[in-house]
């Protein structure tokens, strides 16, 4: 994703989210970025484009470790 991508997704996403949220790029690929909240790691998103449309998927993993205890 370009800068300019990334910057109205991030805003987009802390409207509806989470106005810390901040997305940066990941190393070796252009097709994502990291999501964090301060200096924690939260998800990944993907830009999906098929057939002329583009979407993206936040996708983030909670363990089970992080909800029990």
Do not use: C, H, W
């Not at 990291?34 to 939260?42: H, I, K, P, R």
């Not at 993907?46 to 002329?52: L, N």
């Amino acid at each position: 994703m370009n800068r300019e991508e990334t910057l109205r997704l991030e805003a987009y996403l802390k409207e509806k989210l989470n106005p810390g949220l901040r997305l940066l790029p990941r190393d070796k690929t252009d097709d994502s970025v990291e999501v964090y909240l301060g200096a924690e790691f939260l998800a990944v998103v993907y830009k999906d484009v098929d057939e002329g449309e583009t979407s993206y998927q936040f996708q983030m993993t909670v363990l089970e470790e992080d909800i029990t205890g």
